[in-house]
């Protein structure tokens, strides 16, 4: 079988034993939603403020929501890795002909197809509150972004698992990186409302980036050059996390 084949396989294997956890999926379907409908209401009139573009917040918000939904999604995964390592998983694994990438690739795969479909539950619920994000474009748009996004964090965070090989470091370092990279990201305010010093930080930032690609369809006068731009940042920083997360593997079998 091709790699390819091997992370589909094992791709699966992670969503059907996520299927076996209702409560977890309830979890994961309630709390963006909880998100979109609490910040939508309670900061309604921020938009009267100038820099967003004349849109609704609610507008401004959905793709904002789907991004931060995808991030901490991508954030977490590592936590499946830990799981997988306590267990024993990753050692059996270790003697079946699959490959070495496949193991990583499945993962990182499992958790960006979970946000994609946060993001498409989340655009569905903007829409019943007025938000339409640019319409089929603007979602596919939106949705590539959180794809890309959870992927670029899955890799980051299996990558330190497989580093930490321990739950309170895992949480640790994932709160760590995570809290300041949300708040150096105009995911909830227009960005000219942001400091200046916060803007140019943010540029280094791969959760602005994906805010700034899922919300271009939505503010006026964006182009398709500034988003292309940002989804091609997108998709070299999963490119690197996923050498990460495969180089952190290698490690990890030297081990062993």
Known sequence: MTVVTQTLILCARVLRNLSRQPIWIAVMIVQPMFWLLLYSQLFKRITDLPGFGGVSYVDYLTPGVAIMTAFFSGSWAGMGMIEDLDRGVLERFLATPASRAAIVFGRILQAAIIATLQALLILLVGLLLGATNGGVIGWMVILLAAFLTAAGFAGLSHGIALRTRQEASMIAVAQFISLPLLFFSSLLIARTLIPDWMQTASLLNPVEWAVRAARGEAIPG???????????????????TTAFATRSFRSYQRTL
């Open 222 to 240: 964006t182009d398709w050059g500034e988003m292309g731009t940002f989804l091609l940042l997108l998709a070299g920083f999963l490119v690197l």
